[in-house]
């Protein structure tokens, strides 16, 4: 692991993520790498014959990517010391295939993830994403679980 040049970090804006970013930074520190941040907005796609919604499913989707884009840069200055260099970006789709995707793609070295995201029904109806991505991706992945960081 001597050759980690860009580390990824998937959020989502809780204070859990906070402390996984603050982790990563430090890692990126150490190893001289560049660090990047992403957050996926979940694609509705395959949830449109289920109800029907007020606004068309792809204006709602738009705004919640307006949304994220604005929360994105208030967390990274909020979790990350003043002048600390990242990328930032939001990404939309199914989370854990868009990690992975935006990895492979971008060329990332290293996925440092929390393990902790859905709880009770959600992760029965969802899966763990922090699961699905050290599965499949194809760099190394660190999970931190943030309650014994």
Known sequence: MDDVRKILVPVDFSANSCKILALAASLANRFKAELAVVFVVQSFDDYSGFFVPHEPISQFEEEMIRNAEEKMQSFVQECLPAGTPVQTRVLTGDVAASIIEHA???????????????????????GSVAEKVIKRADCPVISINPYRS
């Open 104 to 126: 492979a793609q971008t060329g990332v070295d290293l996925i440092v993830i929390g393990t902790h995201g859905y709880r009770g029904l959600e992760r029965v109806l969802f």
